[in-house]
């Protein structure tokens, strides 16, 4: 069993050298998701030296959470961001510095690219142009057969929105994890590797099943279609005034919500093998991690959407 708590923060100016902290009590509520909107939390941390506190209430600055168990592997990078807003108050006995961060937010939203490609050029050739002027690394997993522009490729403005169309192009999709860009298949996978996810291995109580209902269009777009495990037809009376929905037929998603112990292989795009009460061995993918933890308090798990694969 896995009872002694462990985390790491390292705070820092980006390129720059950071300072670890991992004697002090902190709390963390974090998402990251698979979409291209920053990943987002908050961070506590307790009763940090002055000059610490400093570098943390120093907007801009990156934090790397870091989190699990000593009787496992230790502590696992679970979330990096930038801090957006930072306050120090007290709190009876203890100095708290509360942050609120976002993933790669900087990047995401400043980054610019002009660029023009010749006829007939790889559309891989393309996402590695466009891909580097994030000035993030980059983590891929494509699966796709590469094809050409017949009439070339050109674009000037913002990075992301150069990343949708040549993504789009090659059925890919793109989010930022821990201040890296990660490429992958739509509704794909991002390592071969499954998580194996039981009661055996972490997994607390039991899943709970969850639905989305999308128009065909709409799932298309995510790498969704009829056919795949998990993937139902729906018909809606579209005379409901209450829907927002213009189709008839409609595609519900289906899936399951799952608590684990602390675990830093779980993260949107990763590859999940569950076992449970009716559920023997399917594999999923993780569309949403919520890390939850604090070391000397109740919490200390992480809870993610899984959708068939």
Known sequence: MLFDRITEIIVGQAGGDGKSIGDLR?????????????????????????????MMETVNNIVIIKAGYVQ????????????????????????????????????????????SYPPNTSAMSVLDGVAK?????IRKN?????????????FNGRVRNAMDQ???????????QGNEIQIIKKGGIYSDMAV????????IGYPRRESKTMTEKTAAKEGIKYGQKGIVRTTIDVSDPTSK?????????????????MNGAL????????????????????????????????????EVLLRFV
């Open 26 to 54: 902190c709390e963390f509520d974090l998402t990251a998701t698979s979409s291209k909107s920053p990943n987002q939390g908050t961070l506590k941390v307790y009763n940090a030296a002055p000059d610490t506190i400093s």
């Open 72 to 115: 496992d592997v230790g502590p696992i990078q679970i979330f990096a961001g930038t801090v957006c807003r930072s306050l120090t108050y007290q709190d009876g006995p203890d100095v708290i510095t509360e942050m609120e961060l976002r993933d790669s937010v900087i990047p995401l939203r400043d980054a610019k690219v002009s660029i």
């Open 133 to 137: 002027n994030f000035g993030l690394p």
């Open 142 to 154: 494509l699966k796709v057969t590469d094809k050409q522009y017949p009439s070339g490729f050109a």
């Open 166 to 176: 040549v993504c789009n192009f090659l059925g890919l999709e793109w989010s930022a």
């Open 196 to 203: 194996d996810l039981s009661a055996e291995t972490g997994m």
């Open 245 to 261: 929905l213009k189709d008839k037929t409609t595609l519900e998603v289906q899936g399951y919500r799952v608590r684990s112990l």
């Open 267 to 302: 993260y949107p795009g990763a590859y999940v093998k569950l076992t449970a009460r009716g559920i023997n061995g399917s594999f999923f993918r993780v569309e949403e991690a919520h890390y939850v933890g604090d070391v000397d308090g109740a919490d200390f798990y992480v």
